[in-house]
């Protein structure tokens, strides 16, 4: 493990608030992108590995059917069959053609949606899992404002052009990294082909075929959005996210930024779980000193040259009785002047802790 430059002090133990979008990187390697709004997010830690115009609200397409595709996956029965209402019938742009009276099962219609980016499908879909597609919009808006997608809005299930049916690339990265935990979007998103009910699909992200460990997401296009693509890949346990906006070249945008994350950034665990961070002396109890040890590990996507610092947020003394396992104290991890991350400090039972350069003098003020 890397040396660390450890800051100890008496603060509270109020812990400061996470910044993830932290980002440095070494102009040479940076891809030039033809989007006018693009963004890399390290899905594992949170951060920002390139952006541009990331926060410029855009019409988002049939990016949109990510919420779509998310909701389906948590509120529905994947094999539950769905009569296909008139009103999902003749919608206008991408489509499956279905007829009204048809039936399908939800996972066919989730299929057609995400690989064909059947609008038909979505607003049967959103007819069937929330009795009307306002509804279903509403449930839309909800799960926006529950992720803290703060420049999003949802007007219709499938995207068509719409000035209040807008996000950011930046909303958006956010939006796909959640989604891709889910087992079941993740499943529909990775697939190639499929067949449903009499009709053959492949899927629009091309991707899926051509960019090493692409395990998904979404595409999309109007005349009005230009060219939209989210796209999700995952090389050695990483998973990035990546979003372009009103991009003319996206899939090379998206290869390229895809490389550039992999090649330029290494994810580097600076916290073990259980490692012992310091010794905080004890008043009035049998033993002189505790240690005190990290709750839980911390991970962080890095360049080479970038080493955060720690601070230690910890009380100058203790009173005993010490329980063991109760919080001590925070440690922050700093990086370039902010604060990327946090973990809980705990009492530990042992005194014995694995010396670093610095630990003891600052502690006790040692040579």
Known sequence: MKSRFLLCTAAALAAAALFSGATCMASSDVPLVSARSAILYDCGSGRVLYEKDAHSRQLIASTTKIMTGLLVCE??????????????????????????????????LLQGMMLHSGNDAAMALAIYCAGTPEGFVDWMNEKAETLGLE?????????????NNYSTAYDMAHLAAYAMENPLFREVVSTKN????????????????????????????????????????EREGRRLVAVTMNAPSDWNDHMALMDYGFSAFETSTWIEQGEKLAIVPVVSGEIAAATVSAAEPFSYALLPQEEPELRLLLPRMAYAPLQQGAQAGVAQIVLHGQVIGQVELIWDQSTEIEEKPGLFSRLFGGS
């Open 151 to 163: 420049q999003t809005r949802f007007a219709n299930p499938h995207g068509l052009d719409d000035e």
């Open 75 to 108: 509120r529905a029965n994947l094999d539950d069959r769905v009569e296909i209402p008139p009103e999902a019938v003749g919608i206008e742009g991408s489509s499956l053609y279905l007829k009204a009276g048809e039936t399908l099962t939800v996972r066919e």
């Open 194 to 233: 499929a067949a449903i009910s009499g009709r053959s699909l492949t899927n629009h992200n091309k991707l899926l075929w051509r960019c090493e460990g692409a395990v998904g997401i979404k595409t999309g296009y109007t005349r009005q959005a230009g060219r939209i693509l989210v796209s999700a890949v």
